[in-house]
């Protein structure tokens, strides 16, 4: 039997497990099922620190995925971090794949049972966060070969979604993906999404508002929207040059940057062709980082430069004069988020990652000015959150697929 493990000082406690025993003969402390329809053995155990996802698949398929699940980790795109693989078990019994439970992440039988988010908007949100999945991992060259509700986990970001990929097991990298590779891994997708979806619906765990084969074939839509505006052609005369910028600000409102933008003459000489080049995921979420040392998500991200740059107008006008952005970003981080987060108890705190604690915070002082009818200071507007708000949600650190009568509406 041999074990591969990743980071092998971060988890310890997986030397000790039965890893020769059959993954469904398991019974060790924190062993939980995992419900929903699985092509393989799978089982979730909770540590006290870390929880993990053991998968059972043949030898060939464990150590493909655990290889695929590292190169996607390594291009930045959202996925579970990969733990270990252990091959080569006696008697031929299957293999075991490892993956770290994503923490604070919502599977989608708990989302659409109507108990997570506001169900107005909550197809929209899943579908959008889905067809953004599917669109990051086709400009890398990756074809899925099986996006489904079921391979898909989602976190709460600022009011949205993000959707991280979880099984890789069909997935197929390449230096690029043609249109019809494309064109067949988004069939794929609105295939399982709809059944999915009728599935939820027979067994009378689909909230009402919900039509499963329209919201599946929405899919399709939303999707060729945001590949057009990622990698679309515009052409423009050559003195419109602001085009640029207004291209430059879509793309950053979708998440997204140009680390390059190619002008090229058409012949004409008065015309110009404007071609986005090495399109990258995350420009808000990387601008954070680097000015405050903050993991977020992007909407997420988002929404603290925002607060960020009120802050700092703020400042200016109490100064006289603009203070440089790593100024603004250190006493924020120290005057605005820090004390924020620490008017939490620690019980309640770990509830929600920081950044959408932050963000709820932001919600509920908007929601108590336009109750108020004028403005409420923020110390006010968290303590009022942390009192009336936060005590009632469950906390979404670990959500087992099962648990759909757990996660509040979070007004």
Same mark, same amino acid.
């Given at each position: 039997?041999?074990?591969?493990?990743?980071?092998?000082?971060?988890?310890?406690?997986?030397?000790?497990?039965?890893?020769?025993?059959?993954?469904?003969?398991?019974?060790?402390?924190?062993?939980?099922?995992?419900?929903?329809?699985?092509?393989?053995?799978?089982?979730?155990?909770?540590?006290?620190?870390?929880?993990?996802?053991?998968?059972?698949?043949?030898?060939?398929?464990?150590?493909?995925?655990?290889?695929?699940?590292?190169?996607?980790?390594?291009?930045?795109?959202?996925?579970?971090?990969?733990?270990?693989?252990?091959?080569?078990?006696?008697?031929?019994?299957?293999?075991?794949?490892?993956?770290?439970?994503?923490?604070?992440?919502?599977?989608?039988?708990?989302?659409?049972?109507?108990?997570?988010?506001?169900?107005?908007?909550?197809?929209?949100?899943?579908?959008?966060?889905?067809?953004?999945?599917?669109?990051?991992?086709?400009?890398?060259?990756?074809?899925?070969?099986?996006?489904?509700?079921?391979?898909?986990?989602?976190?709460?970001?600022?009011?949205?979604?993000?959707?991280?990929?979880?099984?890789?097991?069909?997935?197929?990298?390449?230096?690029?993906?043609?249109?019809?590779?494309?064109?067949?891994?988004?069939?794929?997708?609105?295939?399982?999404?709809?059944?999915?979806?009728?599935?939820?619906?027979? #067994?009378?765990?689909?909230?009402?508002? !919900? $039509?499963? =084969?329209?919201?599946? /074939? &929405?899919?399709?839509?939303?999707?060729?929207? %945001?590949?057009?505006?990622?990698?679309?052609?515009?052409?423009?005369?050559?003195?419109?040059?602001?085009?640029?910028?207004?291209?430059?600000?879509?793309?950053?409102?979708?998440?997204?940057?140009?680390?390059?933008?190619?002008?090229?003459?058409?012949?004409?000489?008065?015309?110009?062709?404007?071609?986005?080049?090495?399109?990258?995921?995350?420009?808000?979420?990387?601008?954070?980082?680097?000015?405050?040392?903050?993991?977020?998500?992007?909407?997420?991200?988002?929404?603290?430069?925002?607060?960020?740059?009120?802050?700092?107008?703020?400042?200016?006008?109490?100064?006289?004069?603009?203070?440089?952005?790593?100024?603004?970003?250190?006493?924020?981080? #120290?005057?605005?988020?820090?004390?924020? !987060? $620490?008017? =939490?108890?620690?019980? /309640? &705190?770990?509830?929600?990652?920081?950044?959408? %604690?932050?963000?709820?915070?932001?919600?509920?002082?908007?929601?108590?000015?336009?109750?108020?009818?004028?403005?409420?200071?923020?110390?006010?507007?968290?303590?009022?959150?942390?009192?009336?708000?936060?005590?009632?949600?469950?906390?979404?650190?670990?959500?087992?697929?099962?648990?759909?009568?757990?996660?509040?509406?979070?007004?």
């Amino acid at each position: 039997m041999r074990l591969q493990l990743n980071k092998p000082a971060d988890h310890t406690a997986v030397v000790g497990w039965p890893l020769a025993t059959a993954l469904d003969e398991w019974s060790i402390d924190g062993m939980q099922r995992v419900s929903g329809l699985h092509r393989h053995v799978v089982r979730m155990v909770e540590g006290r620190d870390t929880s993990y996802v053991v998968k059972e698949l043949p030898d060939d398929l464990a150590d493909r995925e655990w290889r695929l699940l590292r190169e996607l980790a390594d291009a930045g795109l959202p996925t579970v971090e990969v733990v270990g693989v252990v091959t080569g078990r006696a008697d031929g019994q299957d293999g075991l794949l490892i993956t770290r439970h994503l923490d604070y992440s919502l599977p989608y039988r708990v989302l659409l049972s109507g108990r997570g988010l506001k169900i107005p908007y909550l197809g929209d949100r899943m579908l959008d966060a889905l067809a953004g999945l599917l669109v990051r991992l086709h400009l890398t060259g990756f074809f899925w070969g099986d996006c489904s509700l079921s391979n898909t986990l989602f976190r709460r970001d600022a009011g949205a979604l993000s959707a991280y990929i979880i099984d890789v097991e069909t997935g197929e990298q390449h230096t690029e993906l043609s249109d019809g590779q494309r064109a067949l891994d988004l069939q794929i997708a609105t295939e399982n999404v709809a059944g999915g979806l009728l599935d939820l619906g027979a #067994g009378g765990m689909l909230a009402d508002g !919900i $039509d499963p =084969v329209a919201t599946a /074939l &929405a899919i399709e839509e939303t999707y060729e929207r %945001l590949w057009q505006e990622l990698t679309g052609v515009d052409e423009f005369n050559a003195t419109e040059t602001y085009r640029v910028d207004q291209r430059l600000r879509r793309l950053h409102d979708l998440g997204f940057d140009a680390a390059e933008l190619e002008l090229v003459s058409t012949g004409e000489g008065d015309r110009l062709r404007l071609i986005p080049c090495v399109v990258e995921h995350g420009f808000h979420t990387q601008r954070l980082k680097a000015l405050t040392g903050l993991d977020a998500e992007e909407n997420q991200a988002r929404r603290l430069l925002n607060d960020m740059s009120r802050f700092g107008a703020v400042l200016e006008q109490r100064n006289g004069k603009r203070l440089p952005d790593a100024v603004v970003a250190a006493r924020w981080l #120290g005057e605005r988020f820090e004390a924020a !987060i $620490d008017a =939490v108890p620690d019980d /309640l &705190a770990v509830k929600l990652v920081p950044a959408e %604690l932050f963000h709820q915070m932001l919600e509920h002082r908007w929601y108590l000015s336009e109750r108020a009818g004028q403005d409420i200071g923020f110390p006010e507007a968290v303590a009022a959150y942390v009192r009336d708000v936060l005590p009632l949600a469950a906390s979404e650190q670990v959500v087992r697929p099962g648990d759909t009568g757990l996660i509040p509406i979070i007004d």
